[in-house]
Each structure stands twice: as C-alpha cells, then as structure tokens.
C-alpha cells in the first residue's frame, strides 16, 4: 500500500505503457512539447470533462471525476464515468435510490492503438473506482475521435496484472529517476517529443533491453 504522499499520476501509466522514455522525458525530466495530436487531445479532454453530473432515466454520467487507489499508488482524473441503474449490484448515489454500477469511458483524439497503454489506463481507472466505492467493474470503453466509436474494453485477469505490474514498474522507474534509451519505432513520429527525444541517436541500447533490466528478465540466449 502507498501512502497519499507517493500517488503518481495515472496518466504517467498509459505513457509507460505506450513508451518508456517518453514516460521519463515527461514525468522525471519534466520536458513537454505540444503539436497538433496533443492540442487535439487536450481539447477533446476538456470537452469531455466539463459539466455537472446529469441523468437521464436510468443513466448518471458523471464527468472530470477524481480517481485514486492507495494499491496502485495513483491518483488522477476520469473523463466520464458512467452509472447505469441496476437492481442487484452496484454502489450507492448520494440523491439517487437503488443501486448503480459503475462504466469508466476514456477519450482519445485518434484510433484504436496496436499497444494496449489506453486499455491499460481504462483499467487503472476501474481498479481505483472499484476500491473506492467497493464493487466490482467488469468493462469499460475508450472512445476514439477518428472513428466517432466506442471500444469495448474488458478487465481480464490478464488486464489486470499487466496495469498492476506497470503500476510497481511506474513507482521503481519514478524512485530511480533514470530515463531509458532511446529505440527508434513508427510510433515516434507522431510523439511531440519526437525532436528532443532524438531515439535515432541515442545510442545506448534498445527500450526492450532496458525493461529486461528493469523486471530482471534475461536477454535472449541466457540460460
């Protein structure tokens, strides 16, 4: 368990997922740069997050909702959560009767990514509302901009240990405050880091081999 002094942000979560250095770059060395993909998305974001909760039958949508969970060791903020009306399972709403169980829904300005890093965000998200209202989500979705489309996304045993696992990496790479080499991939040319980052250049290694260090896995070829 981590103390509130030690949360971290959960947004540092999808970027480790996405990239380990460019979860450095950002969070230990505090370096940011904007371009057309972060402004869109930063734009989506606060539409997203705007507004009072509203229902409307027997939906309650909240928006901008503050997370965090004391075994993550992460705090942060919901786009929308949902709150569908059930008979049987669910948390209770101050001003609403019956029971209401929770669906986060995340935002993203693109399309669906071949790296889980947004469904592993959507989880973490799940995993602070189920310890801070004590019930069980199952599901979520994440909504993309290009495709105006909502992704189911289901929390699996397998979602789970790979968040809870990037969770404990999060707060080892944090407490360290070492930053990854570099690794060249089709992905960097859409990161707004991509000029300060320079993964072409870095010469030290590949991210890959730094997370074999990282999780005390073997290289390849090691008995």
Not at 5 to 32: G, M, N, T, V
Not at 103 to 132: F, H, I, N, S, T
Not at 192 to 199: D, N, T, V, W
Request: aromatic letters at 8%.
């Amino acid at each position: 368990m981590y103390t509130e002094d030690e949360l971290l942000p959960l947004s540092a979560l999808q970027h480790l997922a996405y990239c380990p250095r460019q979860f450095a770059l950002i969070h230990i060395e505090q370096i940011w740069a904007e371009n057309r993909y972060t402004a869109e998305g930063n734009l989506m974001h606060a539409k997203a997050d705007k507004g009072e909760p509203e229902r409307r039958g027997n939906l309650v949508t909240a928006r901008g909702l503050r997370l965090h969970s004391l075994t993550l060791g992460l705090s942060g903020i919901a786009d929308v959560v949902e709150f569908h009306f059930s008979e049987t399972v669910g948390c209770v709403l101050s001003g609403h009767s019956g029971r209401w169980q929770p669906y986060p829904v995340e935002y993203k300005r693109g399309r669906p990514k071949g790296k889980d890093c947004d469904k592993v965000q959507l989880c973490a998200q799940a995993l602070c509302l189920e310890e801070m209202l004590g019930v069980a989500i199952e599901e979520g979705s994440l909504f993309y901009g290009k495709t105006r489309r909502r992704k189911l996304v289901r929390f699996d045993d397998g979602l789970r240990q790979r968040t809870l696992t990037l969770s404990a990496v999060l707060h080892r790479l944090w407490d360290e405050g070492r930053t990854p080499p570099g690794e060249y991939a089709e992905q960097c040319e859409n990161c707004s880091l991509l000029s300060l980052c320079m993964p072409k250049l870095s010469g030290q290694g590949s991210v890959g081999a730094y997370l074999r260090e990282v999780f005390g896995e073997p290289d390849e070829g090691e008995g």
